[in-house]
T-cell receptor, first 112, second 113 residues
Framework: KQEVTQIPAALSVPEGENLVLNCSFT??????LQWFRQDPGKGLTSLLL?????REQTSGRLNASLDKSSGRSTLYIAASQPGDSATYLC???????????FGKGTRLSVIA | GAGVSQSPSNKVTEKGKDVELRCDPI?????LYWYRQSLGQGLEFLIY????????KSGLPSDRFSAERTGGSVSTLTIQRTQQEDSAVYLC???????????FGEGSRLTVL
């Protein structure tokens, strides 16, 4: 059964810093990996979807990389802003098939 | 609609009552998922519908939980004889295809007194 771990569980940084969030998964037979953002009391917002054939995906200040063989993904946030404060979750399919299995997330606080 | 729509956004009920939660997926999305998020916990998969295939019910925690999807579109999650441990946010998501990007609704917050 797929297990997803996210490190760190929480992170507090000053505005303007670049930061990296980590995600690891136990079963590398995945067809994609997805990063989400969740604001308090809200649903999840999709940030980036990386297909298994891709090494990375970029959207604005966000860059996500995928290393299937080692079971790892990183989400890089450049020039962090207070509006980036949220919980970030990564998710992968369960053993090569849906449904997605989620990590517990990294709670990010960006201090102005 | 433009996104996944869920109702009600909040539901307070008494222990033992039945509740129904509704999800209206993005038009044209063939896959629909229900997840549960308890306070301080991660997302827990409940059930998954894909087209006309039999749903994957492997995540339903007990036989008090059931879901249906009518006409390949709207889905209803029903919890019978609610218990306090059912209190959580119930999230619905849809995707265009099995391997596609998931889009979530805002969730239905259920409180069982």
């Amino acid at each position: 059964k797929q297990e997803v771990t996210q490190i760190p569980a929480a992170l507090s940084v000053p505005e303007g810093e670049n930061l990296v969030l980590n995600c690891s998964f136990t079963d590398s037979a995945i067809y994609n990996l997805q990063w989400f953002r969740q604001d308090p009391g809200k649903g999840l917002t999709s940030l980036l979807l990386i297909q298994s054939s891709q090494r990375e995906q970029t959207s604005g200040r966000l860059n996500a990389s995928l290393d299937k063989s080692s079971g790892r993904s990183t989400l890089y946030i450049a020039a962090s802003q207070p509006g980036d404060s949220a919980t970030y979750l990564c998710a992968v399919p369960n053993s090569g098939n849906t449904p997605l299995v989620f990590g517990k997330g990294t709670r990010l606080s960006v201090i102005a | 609609g433009a996104g996944v729509s869920q109702s009600p956004s909040n539901k307070v009920t008494e222990k033992g009552k039945d509740v129904e939660l509704r999800c209206d997926p993005i038009s044209g999305h063939t896959a629909l998922y229900w997840y549960r998020q308890s306070l301080g916990q991660g997302l827990e998969f409940l059930i998954y519908f894909q087209g006309n295939s039999a749903p994957d019910k492997s995540g339903l925690p007990s036989d008090r939980f059931s879901a249906e999807r009518t006409g390949g579109s709207v889905s209803t999650l029903t919890i019978q004889r609610t218990q306090q441990e059912d209190s959580a946010v119930y999230l619905c998501a849809s995707s265009l295809e099995v391997t596609g990007e998931l889009f979530f609704g805002e969730g239905s917050r259920l409180t069982v007194l």
